[in-house]
DNA sequence: TTGAAAGCGCTAACAC
DNA sequence: GTGTTAGCGCTTTCAA
């Protein structure tokens, strides 16, 4: 019967009710050392009798070890926030960080103060989940936070990646346009300054050049507004234009939202793919065609990775798979 | 010239470097009490040159304040937390959170184990936001939790309420609708176990019965999967419907999809309207007529009340405005 | 107005 | 194997 105490039971409760020290008692709770299997079994009865839940706080404290992981997000502006994408990335850090007492809390970095990153060398601060970064913020982490950094984008000798395969992806859907029979694909990109995103742009001038093909390049910002004034620059600039590749899904709908306004039809006159399968892909209008990018399980990995202060490879790649839909 | 010291600086460095003790360092820095102008501006000069930041779990544990606030969410099985919806709570909170040091992280409360709820009576959390929570969740809160736990959603005596004004954002969908010459309008719900979903199947059935139209109803859960079985199943009991107001966004986008795969115009022949006002509402097509739902909003303000331990009203409802676009 | 001192709850040497 | 002891960094009485 756990008498609901006012107080929480600590770890000195525990020790009298097993008559034990408290040491022991810490040893046979977190499985360390030895202890005799009398004192083990007389322990673990105490604290399930007590209802004891270790005091998260007192451990990080006296280990040194932090107690919140940052979601540390790049852009020109605190609107970089907004992105569904970050919700994703957030959330699936915040799922993993539970069963381990650690919270997650989420920051802007400004593009053009990467020293913004000295402010989470705290000791309260177990990790960092870069998101959306850049060269000088990567170079710009603080020695304390060494081996507590990582990427979810491009990575650099100090701070290991976690990305999608966006090259592997963004080849993947081009060949899908390709062999569909479009010849002239204009590519909507990410913010320009943005080395991960770049990295599609990358894989589509190589594809293109390879191919005999024009590249034909508008700048985005991965929103489906500015995915709707990219489309329509594209067809003032290009009008034979038969395929547009968007560096988001988001983007992609926008795109397709533009050219329902100019009453194009997709796939027909022009096909549209997107990069990221969101939910909403699949029940669009035209339905997306897309290549996945398991965020999930990518920050999942990121996030255990920081978290178990396992040694990390310098880049861990998740491949990217085509998902065709009707849309292109 | 803030010297990039490898250990990070404490309390006690910044009381040496103003030559104060670390109580008098502590009540400057910490804005309490009193202290003589000249100590108080040797201590913010010491503090600043040094670049101290004080750490955030010694002061939770001596305080015994916690260190993270966890968004609890209930449903049947742990799929709950993959949508969208969480994602954006969580993304909020976490913002939130960041300037007061705190994470947050995300846990899901099956709908049976409403018991599940004690395991968070650790000091180490400083509260609990509930979402899509039910009666007996509410009631089992434990003791330790008191004035530390909030809904978004409904409340009770002991956890006070942050939520949208469902009624009346189905309301103003429903005199939409109406207005626009529809009669037989059907409705998709959200899952029947939860009640603040339930409250806008009441208003629903109340508009229509002070109407004199019929009421129809569908259960689904607010996934676009979902909405699409629920208009197939209300088409085939009810033909001659001509408007489905679906409880989410996500839900309607699913409705739209169906209804298209039948061949029905949109709004032509049936309109359709959601709730929430997703980023993707404004490019689908057609275009999704729907109510906001300003979850940011909410859940920042109901973490900020957790945080600042403020006491908080029983009910804070925030108003939804109705977002007429193509679908109705 | 300030400082000394007593912890917050826990872990980890180091003795026994 | 087990207990004693010394803190982790900070806040907060309580005296001075």
């Given at each position: 019967?756990?008498?609901?105490?006012?107080?929480?039971?600590?770890?000195?409760?525990v020790?009298?009710?097993?008559e034990?020290?408290?040491?022991?008692?810490?040893?046979?709770?977190?499985?360390?050392?030895?202890?005799?299997?009398?004192?083990?079994?007389?322990?673990?009865?105490?604290?399930?009798?007590?209802?004891?839940?270790?005091?998260?706080?007192?451990?990080?404290?006296v280990r040194?070890?932090?107690?919140r992981?940052?979601?540390?997000?790049?852009?020109?502006?605190?609107?970089?926030l907004?992105d569904?994408y970050?919700?994703?990335?957030?959330?699936?850090?915040?799922?993993?960080?539970?069963?381990?007492?650690?919270?997650?809390?989420?920051?802007?970095?400004?593009?053009?103060?990467?020293?913004?990153l000295?402010?989470?060398?705290?000791?309260?601060?177990?990790?960092?989940?870069?998101?959306?970064?850049?060269?000088?913020?990567?170079?710009?982490?603080?020695?304390?936070?060494?081996?507590?950094?990582?990427?979810?984008?491009?990575?650099?000798?100090a701070?290991?990646?976690?990305?999608?395969?966006?090259?592997g992806?963004?080849?993947?859907?081009?060949?899908?346009?390709?062999a569909?029979?479009?010849?002239?694909?204009?590519?909507?990109?990410?913010?320009?300054?943005?080395?991960?995103?770049?990295?599609?742009?990358?894989?589509?001038?190589?594809?293109?050049?390879?191919?005999?093909?024009?590249v034909?390049?508008?700048?985005?910002?991965?929103?489906?507004?500015?995915?709707?004034?990219?489309?329509?620059?594209?067809?003032?600039?290009?009008?034979?234009t038969?395929?547009?590749y968007?560096?988001?899904?988001?983007?992609a709908?926008?795109?397709?939202?533009?050219l329902?306004?100019?009453g194009?039809?997709?796939?027909?006159?022009?096909?549209?793919?997107?990069?990221?399968?969101?939910?909403?892909?699949?029940v669009?209008?035209?339905?997306?065609?897309?290549?996945?990018?398991?965020?999930?399980?990518?920050?999942?990995?990121?996030?255990?990775?920081?978290?178990?202060?396992?040694?990390?490879?310098?880049?861990?790649?998740?491949?990217?798979?085509?998902?065709?839909?009707?849309?292109?």
């Amino acid at each position: 019967m756990p008498a609901p105490t006012a107080r929480s039971v600590t770890l000195d409760d525990v020790a009298r009710a097993a008559e034990v020290s408290r040491a022991t008692a810490s040893r046979v709770l977190g499985g360390y050392g030895f202890a005799s299997v009398d004192a083990r079994d007389r322990v673990h009865a105490a604290a399930d009798r007590l209802g004891y839940v270790p005091n998260i706080t007192a451990r990080a404290l006296v280990r040194g070890t932090g107690v919140r992981l940052v979601v540390a997000v790049t852009g020109t502006d605190a609107t970089v926030l907004d992105d569904p994408y970050v919700d994703r990335a957030v959330a699936a850090a915040a799922r993993v960080c539970a069963p381990h007492g650690v919270g997650v809390s989420l920051e802007w970095l400004p593009l053009d103060a990467p020293a913004g990153l000295r402010r989470l060398d705290d000791r309260s601060v177990c990790g960092v989940l870069l998101v959306n970064t850049i060269a000088p913020v990567l170079d710009a982490v603080p020695a304390g936070l060494r081996g507590r950094v990582v990427s979810i984008g491009v990575g650099s000798p100090a701070v290991p990646s976690f990305d999608v395969d966006n090259a592997g992806g963004t080849e993947a859907v081009l060949r899908h346009l390709h062999a569909g029979g479009r010849r002239r694909i204009a590519m909507v990109t990410g913010p320009r300054w943005l080395s991960c995103a770049e990295r599609s742009v990358t894989a589509y001038q190589r594809l293109m050049r390879a191919a005999g093909l024009p590249v034909r390049l508008v700048t985005g910002d991965f929103t489906a507004a500015r995915g709707h004034r990219a489309a329509l620059t594209a067809l003032r600039r290009w009008p034979d234009t038969d395929a547009i590749y968007a560096v988001s899904d988001a983007t992609a709908l926008g795109v397709i939202a533009a050219l329902r306004g100019r009453g194009i039809q997709v796939p027909h006159d022009v096909a549209v793919a997107g990069f990221d399968d969101i939910p909403y892909a699949a029940v669009s209008a035209p339905a997306l065609t897309t290549a996945t990018h398991p965020v999930a399980r990518i920050v999942t990995a990121a996030a255990s990775a920081v978290l178990d202060g396992r040694p990390v490879p310098p880049v861990t790649a998740f491949p990217s798979r085509l998902v065709a839909r009707e849309s292109a």
